[in-house]
């Protein structure tokens, strides 16, 4: 069983994902790096090289991959573009939409300098947002759970999923 976390860039999915995982004793999957091996290219090259259809197709055969394992899953922001994702996730137990207020969510955003994100390369605080509220309703349909990360702890963050997890077994 896999325990999925699903929410826009910035929302704390692989920090919270590497936390949880290591709490509740499973292995962690970053859903990108795993895309990112199996395509032999960084997710910049593949968008630039084969666009942004390629890069989904590989992610979806990741998801389905990731979804017959023991692990906690820090998806990609827009996994749940595609309806065959979605389809997937809602045959899961724990799909946790990690939210995040929206002033935070650019903060955290303009503050990674680690993270090269090629869907908001070039983008206004504006749209970067448009493109969160036009994916909103994706996350709340494929979610069993929701967290808002803003101004908490990643071990807060991590305390609170387990706490709804317990309740929902």
């Known amino acids: 069983m896999a325990i999925i976390l699903i929410g826009y860039m910035g929302s704390g999915k692989s920090s919270v994902g590497k936390q949880l995982a290591q709490s509740l004793n499973l292995a962690y999957v970053d859903l990108d ?6 395509a032999g290219k960084t997710i910049q090259e593949i968008f630039a090289q084969d666009g942004e259809d390629y890069f989904r197709k590989i992610e979806s055969e990741c998801l389905a991959d990731v979804c017959e394992q023991n692990s906690v899953v820090a998806t990609g922001g827009g996994i749940i573009l595609k309806a065959e994702n979605r389809q997937l996730l809602s045959k899961q137990k724990f799909v946790i939409f990690l939210t995040c207020e929206d002033n935070e969510l650019i903060h955290r955003l303009k503050a990674d300098q680690k993270n090269i994100r090629p869907i908001i390369q070039d983008k206004t605080n504006t749209e ?4 969160y509220q036009q994916r909103l309703p994706f996350y709340q349909v494929s979610a069993t759970m929701q967290i808002d990360t803003t101004n908490k702890s990643i071990a807060t963050i991590v305390n609170e999923i387990k706490e709804k997890m317990e309740k929902n077994t």
Do not use: G, H
């Not at 790096?33 to 199996?38: D, K, Y």
């Not at 970067?128 to 493109?131: G, Q």
């Open 33 to 38: 790096l795993m895309i990112s091996q199996r």
């Open 128 to 131: 970067i947002l448009a493109i």
